[in-house]
């Protein structure tokens, strides 16, 4: 967009004009009122591009203390995601397993003993969520799972909020 620089008739300081507003009455600072020409003498005055030092220092100092709490969101949520998945992967949530009877065996094997056999093969079954170590294992695995839930959320949340200090004063120069 290109800016005109309009003197004032009065004081002859510059005043910077946009295409529309040409026709417009402005008020200049010192006080006088000045008529901006129409659209064909303005091409013909001369242009300035948009201020340089505006779009030069875009990192404000809130921009980047956005940035930075996002920084140390994403940070924080991917490294304890991590930490969290590593222990959870040392928990041991097998389910014992059940021993596999052929037909075979059961052929070879006294009345007595297999009636054993289907017993443990029975207590193995019903129990093996009933074991103290199963059942705590998986209340922590469940726990670290919701953990590690949290701190994704917090690391996809950091990384929004730094998408969203990179992109902000793109999208508000637009708007203008
Ligand atoms: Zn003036």
Redesign the pocket.
């Known amino acids: 967009m290109q800016i005109y620089q309009l003197p004032?008739t009065?004081?002859?300081?510059c005043l910077p004009i946009a295409k529309t507003q040409a026709g417009e009455t402005l008020q200049?600072?010192?006080?006088?009122t000045i008529v901006v020409p129409t659209l064909r003498e303005l091409s013909k005055m001369e242009t300035l591009d948009v201020q340089p030092q505006k779009t030069g220092s875009p990192w404000s100092q809130a921009r980047g203390i956005v940035f930075a709490i996002g920084l140390l969101c994403l940070a924080l949520g991917v490294g304890g995601y991590v930490r969290i998945i590593s222990d959870r992967g040392q928990l041991n949530t097998n389910r014992p397993e059940i021993p596999e009877i052929s037909a075979a065996q059961i052929d070879k094997v006294g009345l007595r003993e297999a009636w054993e056999t289907w017993l443990g093969y029975r207590n193995t079954r019903l129990e093996f969520r009933a074991t103290p170590e199963f059942l705590k294992n998986e209340k922590k695995y469940n726990e670290l799972t919701f953990y590690s839930n949290v701190l994704a959320s917090l690391g996809v949340a950091g990384l929004a909020t730094m998408l969203g200090a990179v992109v902000w004063p793109a999208s508000r120069k637009q708007s203008r």
């Open positions: 004032c009065s004081c002859s300081q200049c600072k010192c006080g006088a």
